[in-house]
């Protein structure tokens, strides 16, 4: 089941050059450490490019949204696993 | 006809059947969905257009199923209740086309690498041809096919042949993860039990008029009297009795070239059905924003208005009628689609979805303006409505009309393939 978040996220990411990989973020007041980024892509919002990752805690499947204008992190969704 | 299906690293063959490749990717939108989500991998997935799990899935379409779920007879175009009866275990994923045109994206620098005769023929499908690269067609195809596993963690099918028409055939040959070469010589041989419908480009209509003159296989095409295939079809009747004989002429276009673009539409399937007008109306406003939005960019300017409605039951019906004007403006568009829409009523069934489509374009003159002081001032706001939607993402400024199609439900899904060739990004 996936259910709708779109909430800012706090995130803890390493930036490689021009490649961005989220490590962990907090939701519902916990640390989520993330097992595996399972995909990455991009879209346009305008004229700015977002990124998307698709990541697991080993668990659940969340996707996480990063702006590189306002540097802001989003949660988009999370599905059961 | 060599096969190496599912090992990339074999030696290839030493046939050299030509120097096109067909590329088409396995269950394209599954197997992303898949790789996004382990949960789902090895087992049997559909990913369709849109959630209506709260309304059981009624009006939801399979768009493509992942292999596993093919075992059980679910394809392409079943509705989501009927896979469910064939495998009460399926997963439904609703799809995320800007992830999959993303991930074409990627594809196509891949192959990029190769040669810049690279033709999206849809967003799982390509054409290249290796022509004059210096580079052997099978190597070549083994290594994209390992390049595609390794970089985006999906497999392909490769057709290698002499043109395009048989590098398809060969491609359809063996799935998934297949690497099929076919000479002309061997194309043939296959052409005597191959359903002329299956011959790339012969739709169902023309295989149906084929069939009443007794052409039922592609060979049986290519051995037609060219007199009588031209007096049924016209010019067509020269390609379809080339295409009989594994001829085709058409070059592999470059990346980088531009379609000509022939009509811009866009069409809505509206979250549940309705026979409410003010409903109605707003998507049709929506719609015809949109396709002045994509004509604008274009460059072009359209005279014919062609509007779909289809409905609750799936009976539909289009109409059209031309202009006096070329027009650019969503206002316009919507005012020559309401003329129509006016037609089908009072409406006596619910509405399913709609379809706006501008055709007869023509180079959008800049427009005539000058003449009037009011047409002036409507294209100097629709400009800057562009160019801001443009930064700030589309629909940020929008008729308020719009408003009640939004809150009915708008879902993204028109215009993929078209928006992405004609506009590339990243």
Same mark, same amino acid.
């Given at each position: ?7 800012? #996220?706090?995130?803890?990411? #390493? ?45 659940? %499947?969340?996707? %996480?949204?990063?702006?590189? #204008?306002? %540097?802001?992190?989003?949660? #988009? ?5 | ?195 002329? @419908? ?13 069939? +009443? ?9 290519? +051995? ?56 109605? @109306? ?91 002081? +009011? ?52």
């Amino acid at each position: 089941m996936t259910t709708e978040i779109s909430r800012r #996220v706090k995130v803890g990411a #390493v930036f490689e050059g021009t490649i961005v990989t989220p490590k962990w973020f907090v939701w519902e007041n916990r640390r989520r450490m993330i097992a595996q980024v399972t995909w990455r892509w991009h879209t346009m919002d305008g004229e700015t490019r977002i990124a998307h990752f698709s990541v697991t805690d080993g668990g659940n %499947l969340f996707e %996480l949204t990063f702006n590189p #204008v306002t %540097l802001e992190w989003r949660l #988009v969704r999370v599905t059961g696993g | 006809m060599n096969t190496v299906g599912g090992e990339a690293e074999r030696q290839p063959q030493t046939c050299r059947p030509g120097t096109v490749l067909h590329l088409d990717m396995d269950a394209y939108f599954a197997s992303i969905e898949q790789a996004c989500n382990p949960s789902l991998r090895g087992k049997p997935v559909v990913v369709c257009g849109e959630t209506s799990a709260e309304q059981g899935w009624g009006r939801t379409i399979v768009t493509t199923a992942s292999y596993e779920a093919r075992r059980f007879g679910i394809k392409t175009g079943c509705t989501v209740p009927e896979a469910r009866r064939r495998c009460p275990d399926v997963a439904i994923v609703c799809g995320d086309p800007e992830k999959y045109l993303d991930t074409s994206r990627r594809l196509h620098r891949i192959l990029l690498r190769y040669t810049d005769r690279v033709e999206v023929y849809s967003i799982d499908e390509c054409f290249m041809d290796l022509a004059g690269t210096r580079r052997d067609p099978v190597t070549a195809a083994a290594e994209i096919k390992k390049a595609v596993r390794t970089e985006l963690g999906l497999t392909c099918s490769i057709g290698v042949g002499p043109n395009k028409l048989i590098a398809k055939l060969a491609g359809d040959l063996q799935k998934p993860d297949g690497l099929v070469t076919m000479s002309r010589a061997e194309a043939l041989v296959l052409f005597e039990d191959l359903p002329v @419908q299956e011959v790339w480009g012969v739709g169902e209509r023309t295989a149906e008029r084929l069939a +009443r003159v007794g052409i039922f296989t592609a060979a049986e095409l290519g +051995r037609a009297p060219l007199s009588m295939l031209t007096t049924m079809f016209g010019v067509w009747g020269y390609r379809l009795q080339a295409m009989g004989c594994g001829h085709c002429d058409d070059p592999v276009a470059r990346h980088d070239e531009k379609r000509v673009v022939k009509s811009v539409g866009h069409s809505h399937t509206l979250p549940k059905d309705t026979a409410n007008v003010t409903i109605i @109306q707003a998507y049709l406003r929506l719609l015809a924003e949109r396709v002045g939005e994509r004509l604008r960019r274009y460059g072009k300017a359209g005279s014919t208005v062609s509007l779909y409605v289809r409905y609750a039951d799936f009976t539909g019906a289009g109409r059209q009628h031309r202009v006096g004007e070329p027009m650019t403006s969503g206002l316009h568009i919507y005012r020559s689609a309401m003329c129509l829409l006016r037609q089908y009523m009072p409406l006596r069934k619910k509405v399913r979805s709609l379809g706006i489509s501008i055709s007869a374009l023509t180079p959008a003159s800049g427009g005539q303006g000058f003449l009037l002081e +009011r047409c002036g001032r409507e294209e100097r706001l629709m400009d800057v409505v562009d160019r801001i939607n443009r930064r700030y993402g589309a629909s940020t400024l929008k008729p308020g009309s719009v408003l009640t199609a939004e809150r009915f439900g708008v879902k993204e899904r028109c215009g993929l393939i078209g928006t992405y060739l004609l506009d590339p990004k990243g």
